[in-house]
């Protein structure tokens, strides 16, 4: 299966101090709005979402169809082919895309550990 762009994406408790942090580290700001409470953070090819008030742990982050730059790829798995192929190894969803559309949908599963996997495609 083809994930798509790899990212973690972070509750916050403060986005300002967060982006500071993150800043020190040789991030940059890649995308999001301040206002809106959140920020994609990049370095290099590693991507990091900061998320302040929106979710309460952390999210491993997968988007079929983009690369590391939020460029459209040519070939990818389209996130109802990967849901299909979860189903089929009888892997349990806690949110599916509807099968009967295309283009962006997510669907979300939680790993053995309790942590949450969230495949949103874009494109």
Do not use: C
Request: proline share 3%.
């Amino acid at each position: 299966m083809k994930l798509g762009a790899f990212s973690i994406s972070l509750t916050v408790k403060d986005i300002n101090v967060s982006k500071d942090f993150y800043e020190k580290l040789g991030f940059t700001v890649f995308a999001g709005d301040l206002k809106m409470n959140y920020l994609i953070m990049k370095n290099g090819n590693a991507l990091i979402g900061l998320f302040q008030g929106m979710f309460t742990q952390n999210i491993l982050t997968f988007n079929p169809g983009w690369d590391e730059n939020a460029k459209t790829l040519e070939s990818f798995d389209d996130v109802r082919e990967i849901q299909a192929k979860l189903k089929s190894k009888n892997i349990p969803l806690d949110r599916e895309a509807d099968q009967k559309t295309s283009g962006p949908a997510s669907i979300v599963l939680t790993d053995p550990d309790g942590n949450q996997i969230l495949i949103d495609q874009h494109v």
